[in-house]
């Protein structure tokens, strides 16, 4: 089975605490990408990061850092020094290799608030 | 650059009525998806064109979806005759040529299809 799972349905935090949502995902597939998206109030999906399963060092952007550990199947997102800002909808999505579509098998999303 | 526009951004439609969707993808990009969400669930792949072909079309859900893109531009998905449960958000997205594999892919803002 292809299938992303984020068991957070919902995650409120103060300013400047750092969070973690969570992804865990299923693949038969030896290679595959997996993403994060964020989904603010107006709607549309942002980009984040796209990651190979070959590539297992773990990223840090700005605030932003990703854990990818393939031995547990998980592609965990942190904030640092959450900000109001970051307050909106996250995506984790799978893209298995082999898929001729390069389609997207998301996960239901995590809803993140942050409080000032 | 223009990104993925959608129209319209909002539908209210009665059972049995019949609703088309628009998605204009980013200039130049031959992969166009279509993607829906259902009630706060996850968001699920419906097919993807490269250029005016359809690549992967498994994830509409049954005949009364059609979905056309003439030309290899902009595309059409229609719902006819609409049910309650096509109630959701549809979004589009557009990627790069289909030679470099799982690029990120570009989302439009979604259509909300209300069928009451």
């Known amino acids: 089975a292809q299938k992303v799972t984020q068991a957070q349905t919902e995650i409120s935090v103060v300013e400047k605490e750092d969070v973690t949502l969570d992804c865990v995902y299923e693949?038969?597939?030896?290679?595959?990408?997996l993403f994060w998206y964020k989904q603010p109030p107006s709607g549309e999906l942002v980009f984040l990061i796209r990651?190979?399963?070959?590539?297992?060092q773990n990223e840090i952007s700005g605030r932003y850092s990703w854990n990818f550990q393939k031995s547990t199947s998980s592609f965990n997102f942190t904030i640092t020094a959450s900000q109001v800002v970051d307050s909106a909808v996250y995506f984790c999505?799978?893209?298995?290799?082999?898929?001729?579509?390069?389609?997207?098998?998301f996960g239901s999303g995590t809803r993140l608030l942050v409080r000032p | 650059e223009a990104g993925v526009t959608q129209f319209p951004s909002h539908s209210v439609i009665e059972k049995g009525q019949t609703v088309t969707l628009r998605c204009d993808p980013i200039?130049?990009?031959?992969?166009l998806y279509w993607y829906r969400r259902v009630m706060g669930k996850e968001i699920k792949f419906l097919l993807h064109?490269?250029?005016?072909?359809?690549?992967?079309e498994s994830g509409m859900p049954n005949n009364r979806f059609l979905a056309e893109r003439t030309g290899g531009t902009y595309s059409t998905l229609k719902v006819q005759p609409a049910e309650l449960e096509d109630s959701g958000v549809y979004f589009c997205?557009?990627?790069?040529?289909?030679?470099?594999?799982?690029?990120?892919?570009?989302f439009g803002p979604g259509t909300r299809l209300t069928v009451l």
């Open positions: 990651r190979n399963s070959f590539d297992e």
């Open positions: 997205a557009s990627s790069q040529d289909r030679d470099t594999p799982h690029n990120e892919q570009f």
């Open positions: 200039s130049g990009h031959d992969n």
């Open positions: 064109f490269v250029k005016e072909s359809k690549q992967d």
């Open positions: 693949t038969r597939d030896t290679t595959y990408y």
């Open positions: 999505a799978l893209s298995p290799f082999m898929d001729s579509s390069y389609k997207l098998i």
